[in-house]
């Protein structure tokens, strides 16, 4: 299984910024996605979940109403729509899978991450 994030970089608040996750390797509607997120010196945090083949969607609180969670399921590929954006939204964003949906997500049930892809609010 790989996954392979795209799409960080710098905006300025109030901005806003699209991330991609590309995946391969295993059977793409089944599992799970989501998106974490971890600023320097905190935990990893779930950001948002999607899964049952994109109808059901979850939202940490403090992204809700800004960030939209999606997918293509024909080109395998995971977004991350992120609008109105904060100095607090820094952090690196990963994508993730896992074979079970449920929120809120945990880090330790996602088997698969991508390497990652910084995203600066300022």
């Known amino acids: 299984v790989q996954l392979v994030e795209s799409g960080g970089g710098s905006v300025q608040a109030g901005g806003s910024l699209r991330l991609s996750c590309a995946a391969s390797g295993y059977t793409y509607n089944r599992n799970c996605m989501a998106w974490f997120r971890q600023a320097p010196g905190k935990e990893r945090e779930g950001v948002a979940t999607i899964y049952s083949a994109g109808v059901t969607t979850y939202y940490a609180d403090s992204v809700k109403g800004r960030f939209t969670i999606s997918q293509d399921s024909a080109k395998k590929t995971l977004y991350l729509q992120m609008n109105s954006l904060k100095p607090e939204d820094t952090g690196v964003y990963y994508c993730?899978?896992?074979?079970?949906?449920?929120?809120?997500?945990?880090?330790?049930?996602?088997?698969?991450w991508g390497q990652g892809t910084q995203v600066t609010g300022s």
């Open positions: 993730a899978a896992a074979h079970v949906g449920y929120w809120p997500v945990k880090v330790e049930d996602y088997a698969y």
